[in-house]
Structure formats: structure tokens, C-alpha cells
């Protein structure tokens, strides 16, 4: 299977099933001397883990992160850093069912065009298990750019009719603490208490929900990113949409712009204490395809969480009509666990457009090569 390996200098390359012995990721061109140790990278893993959130499948997984390499007395080597996780808590009998049939809104129908053969159990490989490794790899990316004042958050900012303004504080702590405190990772009291509600309304009635995610990255200087094929914001949306159940990506303003005027849109240059900046951030920090020295800002739309209890129509290998009403444990919402994908997703990227933009300009090489 090709396509299991994200990002050029900052590498990784993810394998690993929902039923199989584990998951897991190999990072490549980190470079060396970043303090990393398991702990570190099992606080990332906790906020996806399955059982950390009430809204979420009941599967029982510890998600324990081993690191194997590339890691000697807590500080990166510079080596390839490969880390694990056993997988648990699998109940392959629950998906027996949906061995020979095609499950709504799942990968099961395309997979047997392709491949003529699949992993039934939970997905096997399009499984939410499978951030596992985006989780760990990020992790070591959100490490990396730690030790350079970068600092990515993603919150909930929706879930199905549900949705926040603005989060209430633009303090970083301040709306990180917001974030924590929410069982959904919505940053709003009451919001969070709507979008509950709203949540057992979906559980009851054997359906799910959708939602939205968004993300902003601080502290990322202007430059990153390159004009043409390989833009910023087109290498984010190409990570985000990789996640599971992401159906869009919009930056700044987004699909907004559409009944925008110019002047509205624009976001209008001024020189503070001798600095160029921007009077507003309608571009979401992104500016031809390269980071202009604001804060990025995108959101993901997630579509609601295809396995449902609700009788759906199907058809199985035989050519037959059935209906269908998919058992096992699955989350009701995606949006809260798949935050921290986001963020992980994001620091990746942000990780290896810093490296590549090392070699833009001769001013950066000497500051490496001058004696
Ligand atoms: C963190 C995460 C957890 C997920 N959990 C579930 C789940 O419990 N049940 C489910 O049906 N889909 C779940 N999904 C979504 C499916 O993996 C995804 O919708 C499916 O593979 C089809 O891919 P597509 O939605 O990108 O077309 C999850 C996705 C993510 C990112």
C-alpha cells in the first residue's frame, strides 16, 4: 500500500491495523539534541486515546507509547525515532458482520475495488486507530518546534448545530485551560453543555454527529512555504484532509470570502515599533501560498461518524440488497479526539517547512556555513 509516509526532510511513515498487533510511525530527519522522552509523547496520545472522553468508542485501549530508537538519554540523535502501540482491547468478533458487506460511509466498498481483499476487522487500516502514528510523529514535530516558540492549539468549534463565536480568550493559557476544561475540548462553559446535550440527543437515537475543528499556529515566522505547487496552506489542507471524516479546510475568512469586497478582504499593512504587520488576519496568516509573520488559522469540517446503530441500507458480496445496523463500539462524534490529529498534523508540516527553508536564501546558508 503506497502513500503511508508524509513530509520530506521531517518524515514519517505510519503502518500499523485496527486489529492487528499494534501501531505505530518511523520519523526520519528529526534533527538531533530535541528533549523527547515517553512521557512527553503519551500526553499527545491520552487526548486521542479511546476512553479519555465520554463521548467517545468504548474500545479500552491504553494507548502505552514505547519508544524503540532515536532517542538516547532524553534528547533526539538525529536517527530514525520509531515508537509503538499494542493494541489491546480488540473484539474482532464484533465486525464478523460486516465481513462480507459494505458499510456505509466506510472505506470497506472502495478498499475491495482496489485491493480485491481487506482487513475487515474495524477498518483495518482506514480505522481511526491509524492516527496513532500521525499522533506520536506530531508529537515529536510539536517537540521540535517547542524548542523554537512555535506553539499550535486546536479546539472544537463545532459540533453539530452547536457552535462558538470566538473562543472566549485569545490568552494561549488562558484558552488552553478553556480547552482542558471541556469534556469536548470546546473552549465555552456553556457551549460545550448545548453540544453535550446535543450529543446524548444523537446517541439515543442511534446516530451520530459531525463537527468542526480549528487550529492556530503562533509564533511561525513569515516565509514558510513556497509559491507555487508547494504552498503553506495547500501542504496544510493536504494534511488535514488526509484525517479520517475530513470533508473541508478553509483558512482566515474561508469560503467566507465569497461574498466578500477586496476591502473588506485585504488585510491592510502598518509599520509598529518598526515591524511590518497586518491591521486584521482575514488571510489566516497565509499569504501567496507563504506564511506572512501572523497567526495561521484554519478550520476542518468532519463529517459525522459513519458507523451508526440506525438501520441503514447496504449490499453484500452476493449481490443482494440487505439493511444493516453496524454493532461494535464507535465514537458518536469525531471532532474531540481528532484535535489533537490536527495539531499533530499541523506541527508536522510546520516542521519540515522550517527545514526546507533553510536553503531559500544564501543569507540562511552562511548563517550555517560562515566561518
Ligand atoms: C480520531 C478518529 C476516530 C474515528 N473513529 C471512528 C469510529 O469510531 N467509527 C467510525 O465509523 N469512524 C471513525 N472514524 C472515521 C473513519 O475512519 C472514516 O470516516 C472512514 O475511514 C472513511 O473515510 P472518509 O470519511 O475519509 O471517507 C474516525 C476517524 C478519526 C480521525
Redesign the pocket.
Known sequence: MAGSSFGDIFRITTWGESHGKGLGVVVDGCPAGITLNEDIIQEYMNR?RPGAIRFA?KRNEADKITIMSGVFEGRTTGTPISMLVFNEDQHSKDYSQIASCYRP???DYTFDCKYGFRDYRG?GR???RE?IGRVAGGAVALAFLKELGIEITAYTRQIGPVAIDNPLSTDLLKLRQAIMNSEIYMPDEAKTKDAVDYLSRMTENMDSAGGMVECVVNGVPAGLGDPVFDKLDAQLAKAIMS???VKGVEFGEGFRVAAMSGSENNDSFRINDGKITKETNHSGGVLGGMSDGSDIVFRAAF?P???IAKTQHTVNKDGENIDINIKGR??PV?VP??VV?VEAMTGLVIADLLLKNMTANIDNVKKVYDK
Open positions: 486521542r468508542t460511509g466506510h472505506a477498518g482506514s480505522s481511526g492516527t484525517i479520517g471524516a463529517k461518524t459513519p458507523s464507535h465514537d469525531i479526539r481528532a490529529v
